[in-house]
């Protein structure tokens, strides 16, 4: 069956420090892989996603490439705030719409000043 | 644009009861899925709606239904509740392949 494994948690960063929230798959076919972010008490909101190989999601300085050859989705970012305190599920999708997601365990980011 | 919206957002219930929850997805969107998040398991599919079909189910007891009415407002339905049903129930919203988006949620606490 599809899965998704996600490097434990917590990390904790300095602000303005780089991240990277490794991500890996195993699925059958080719799925679309997805980032979402939940924040404290609240519901899970689409950070970016990529449908084939070698795409790149994008969004508010997030980027992740889909990497087919080492089945890989990592999460990066150039300069974290503190505000990116989160934590952070990469999810796949084989469907062939996202109305059926798999998720990793997702990984607690806190950023420090 | 309004969100997706759960209702309630807090539920304590007992062993034994039911609980119903309620989703009402972004206007337009016809397909709604609903999860479920533990500590302990994680954010787990349990079943999505489209047009008031069910089009795909998780691995989860025959005590956890849904529906989905015309509107595509739906609901889900947990029987006989236990204490492994505390949760954090989310529903998403969506009509294509972009992503889903989610609802805030609603926490059920069986006690």
């Known amino acids: 069956g599809n899965s998704v494994t996600q490097m434990e948690g917590p990390v904790t960063l300095s602000e303005e420090a780089f991240l990277t929230i490794n991500c890996t798959y195993t699925a059958t076919g080719y799925p679309s892989l997805f980032w979402y972010v939940q924040y404290p008490g609240e519901g899970l909101q689409l950070l970016l996603k990529a449908t084939k190989a070698d795409d790149k999601g994008s969004n508010k300085g997030f980027e992740a490439t889909y990497r087919k050859e080492t089945t890989s989705f990592h999460l990066e970012k150039g300069s974290v705030q503190v505000s990116d305190s989160a934590v952070y599920f990469c999810?796949?999708?084989?469907?062939?719409?996202?109305?059926?997601?798999?998720f990793g365990t997702g990984t607690r980011l806190q950023v420090t000043l | 644009k309004a969100g997706v919206t759960q209702t309630p957002r807090y539920l304590i219930k007992t062993r034994g009861q039911q609980v119903t929850l309620s989703c009402s997805p972004i206007s337009g969107h016809r397909s709604v899925s609903w999860y479920q998040q533990t500590p302990g398991q994680g954010l787990q599919f349990l079943f999505e709606?489209?047009?008031?079909?069910?089009?795909n189910k998780g691995n989860f007891p025959g005590r956890f239904s849904g529906r989905q009415f015309s509107n595509s407002r739906s609901e889900m339905n947990v029987s006989t509740l236990e204490l492994g049903d505390s949760a954090l129930y989310l529903c998403?919203?969506?009509?294509?392949?972009?992503?889903?988006?989610f609802g805030s949620g609603t926490r059920l606490t069986v006690v």
């Open positions: 999810a796949l999708s084989d469907t062939g719409t996202a109305s059926k997601l798999t």
């Open positions: 998403a919203s969506g009509q294509d392949n972009y992503g889903y988006t």
């Open positions: 709606y489209f047009s008031e079909t069910q089009r």
